[in-house]
C-alpha cells in the first residue's frame, strides 16, 4: 500500500511533462555546463526556470548537484541512464566534503561549485562546457591555449552556472566579444594537460612531459586528489605575492616550473622561495625548512606518491644547500675507504639501484674504480659530508609490526615529536631500524619475557591500552611516558611491547588525568589550520585578546575553546569574502569602509583582515554563514 504522501510525490512527478528540446549528454560534459544548455536551448533564462519545473526546491536547485532522478524526468528518462552516460551526481559516500567530477571524488575546495569557469574556443569549437572547466585550477585551455574565463567584462561579476546561455552572461552579455587571453608558457600547458588526462581517465602525453623535463614516471603514480594538493601547497606559499584574482593562476604557473627540469627547478624554487627565511638556529634540513616540510611532507595523505619529492628534498640539502646535519650521530664510513657497489649499499641500507641514483644525483661523491670488467670499487671522497649508520629502512607499517602496536599510534608517535631518529635513512619518512630497535628498548624497560605474566581483570596489557576509546595523540602520550619510564609496567605477557602490563587503575586514572589537562583547550595547530592563518598572525590575535591562551604543564601553549569557537563563529577573513566574490581583498575592504562595516586589522609580516558574519549579507552574499566556511 503506497501512503498519501507518496503518492502525491508520484502523481507530481507523472504530471511533469519532458522539455521541448532534450539534448543528450556529450562525453566528458559537466552536468552544470548540460542543465545550461538544455536551458538556453529551451528557451529559459536560466536554468533555475527547469530545475523548479522539475520539482526542485531553491536548495536543491542551486546544488552543485542537483538530483538527478528529479532532472531525469524532464528528458523523459532515469537516473541510472543519466549515470550510464557519464552525468556526475551525488556520491552518499562522498557528500559534502566531495564533489563528484568525471568519477573521481574530488575535494569541494579544489573546485568551482560556485561560479562558473569555461573556454569559449571550446564551446564554439565542441558546443558544450566539459567537466574539466569544474576544477578550481582548470585556469587555462592546454589545447586552445587560452586562459579561461571566469568573469564578465560588462558586469565584472564571477560567471554563475545560472545564466542565461553558455556564451552569455547573467546580465545578458555576450562573453564571445571578447578576445581570450593566450597562454604561451609550455610547461604550463603541460602540467594543464596532465591534469586534464587524469581527470579524463586518458594517458599522460610523455612527449610533452618529456620536453619539459617533468618527473614523468612519479607523476604517473600521483593520483589527481594529490596532484591537485600538491598545486594548492604551492598556491599557499604565493599568496603574499600574487594578486588575490590570480591566486590559482599562479600556483599552476609556480608548480609547472618546480616539475620542469626536475629536480634542478624544484631545487631553484627552495633557494630562491624558502632559502631566505631557513631557520639556521635548527641543525637539520626539516628544522630550518620546517614550513615547506610540514605543508608537504605531513599534510598530505598518499605517503609513497610524494617519495619522489622527499627524495629530491635530501638531495637539495646534500648538494645544494649543505647548511643541515641531517644525520650528526651515526657510525661514519671513513672518507678515503673503498669497498664494492653491494657493500656500500647494504651499509647504507638501501637498494643498489637507489645508491646508483644517490651517487648520480651527487647526494653521495664517490670515484669509481674499475678493477675488471665485472667487479667495481668505489671510494669515498675526502670532502664527504653524510655520516651513516648500518641496518635497514623500515616503513610505518613495518614498525606497527616489529612492536606490535597500532600505524595511527606509531604516526602520531612521531609527529608530535616523541620520536627520536638518530640515524639517516632516506627516503627521510621512513624509520631507520636501529632507532627502532632503541624505542623498542626503551619501552620494555629492562623487562625479560620468561614466564608469561599472569593477567587479571586488575591489569590491562599495552595492547588493550591501544585500543582504549582515546585519542591517537593521548595513546602517543602514554607510550612516551611509558618510554621514559614515567609510567612503569609490573611485568610482560610477551616480548613485545603489546605484552607489557600495567596496574588497570593507573591507567584510567592517567587518561582522565590528560583527559581533564585538555579539557575545553584546542591545540595552536588546530587554530592555525582551523583559521587559515599562520603562526604570527595567531600570536597577533592573541595579543589583541582576540583569542584567550592558556599554558598547560606538560603540553605547552593551547587556546581556550570557548575564545576559540566565538571568534570562528562571529568573523569571517576578508581574504575569504574576496575569493566567494571573486574580487580583490582591496575591493572588499574599499567596500567596507563605503557600508562603515567594522574591520578588525592584524599587522604582522602580512596585514589579515576580518570582520563580523552578521554584516556578510550586505557584501552581496547571501548564504548561510556555515555554508561560507565550507566553501
Known sequence: MIHSSESHGLNYESAIQPLVITPSPKEGEALPGFILRTSEANGYKSPLGILHYAGMDDNEARSARPPLDKLA?????????????GLDGQDAKHSGRYLQVMGHAIPSMFTRSKHASLCLECVSEFGY?????????????HKHQVRAVTICSECHRPLSWHRMGLTKCSCGADLTQNTSESVTDPSLLALLGVLYDKLMHQPLNHVQ???????KEAMEQLSIQTLLSIIYRFGLFNREHAPEEDVEFAAMKTTADVFSDWPHRFHDYLTEVHAPTANLKASGLRGQFNSFYESFFKNIDQDQQLEFMRDAFIVFGQHRWRQA??????????????????KLATTLGVQPSTLRKMIEDKVINVEINALNATRKLVTLAEQQTIEFASGSRLSLKQVAQRLDLPVKVI??????????????VAPIHMFHERDVERLHSDLMQGMQFKVPFLVSKRHLTLDQVMRLKVTSEMKAMWLNAVSKRQILAIGTASALPSGLVFDARKVKSYFDNIKLALQNTVSLSEVEFELAIKRPTLFALIKH?????TYLKGFGLRITEHSFNHFNNSMIQCR???????????????????????IIKIACNTDVYWIPNDYVNLLGIND??????AA
Open 545 to 549: 585578546g582576540l583569542l584567550t591562551k
Open 325 to 342: 646535519s641531517i644525520h650528526p650521530k651515526f657510525s661514519s664510513v671513513n672518507s678515503g675507504q673503498s669497498m664494492s657497489m653491494k
Open 73 to 85: 524526468v524532464l528528458f523523459g528518462k532515469s537516473a541510472e541512464e543519466f549515470k550510464a552516460s
Open 129 to 141: 562546457v566539459g567537466g574539466f572547466h569544474e576544477l578550481k585550477y582548470a585556469v587555462a585551455c
Open 411 to 424: 604516526r602520531a608517535y612521531r609527529s608530535h615529536g616523541y620520536y627520536e631518529a638518530k640515524h639517516f
Open 209 to 215: 612531459m618529456d620536453a619539459c623535463g617533468f618527473p
Open 624 to 629: 548561510e554563514t556555515q555554508d561560507i566556511k
Open 576 to 598: 575569504q569574502i574576496a575569493s566567494l566574490k571573486n574580487s580583490t581583498q582591496k575591493a572588499v575592504l574599499k567596500l567596507c569602509k563605503q557600508m562603515r562595516i567594522p
